[in-house]
């Protein structure tokens, strides 16, 4: 009965340091969403609008590449099927940038749940690839891991850099 006491101790305090660590990861944070479901858009503002970080929405590649220029966001999140042109362009076109705003980490959100998918979205240049409906707290979990892998400049070793999480 002791030791159930303590794990259940060991695993509130834990919980408790990783929304702390969460919530400061994410605390000021530029998030440009791209999506063409309006829906989709709002559910991903409505998701980090707890954490202090100010969630930007565009509807088309166009439209994100200049909120991109202009807005300079930390984290772009962006579904692949988009009107205009889709996510792949989207995202060869931001790396095209020089400096920092050219390094941006990418999430590609999408319903595309295969594995040519998802390697399509690595090699085009996106950090990691999530397939809807995703879990909102593995979307914060990993915008916040994103966060701090920039605002630390870590490195993660080649079979680490790239995550997927993929819903069935």
Known sequence: MALNHCENQSIDIYNQFKHRITSQALNGLKILAVDNNVDSLELVRFIFEPYNTQVVLAKTT????????????????????????????????????????????????????????????????FSSYITKPCNPDSLVELVSILALKQAYNLILPEEQSNIALVTQ
């Open 62 to 125: 166009s439209e994100a590449f200049q909120k991109i220029t202009q807005l300079q966001p930390n984290i772009l999140i962006s579904e692949i099927f988009l009107p205009d042109e889709d996510g792949y362009s989207l995202i060869h076109k931001v790396r095209t940038i020089k400096g920092k705003l050219g390094q941006i980490s990418a999430i590609a959100l999408t319903t595309l749940a295969y594995q040519k998918a998802i390697n399509l979205a690595f090699n085009a240049g």
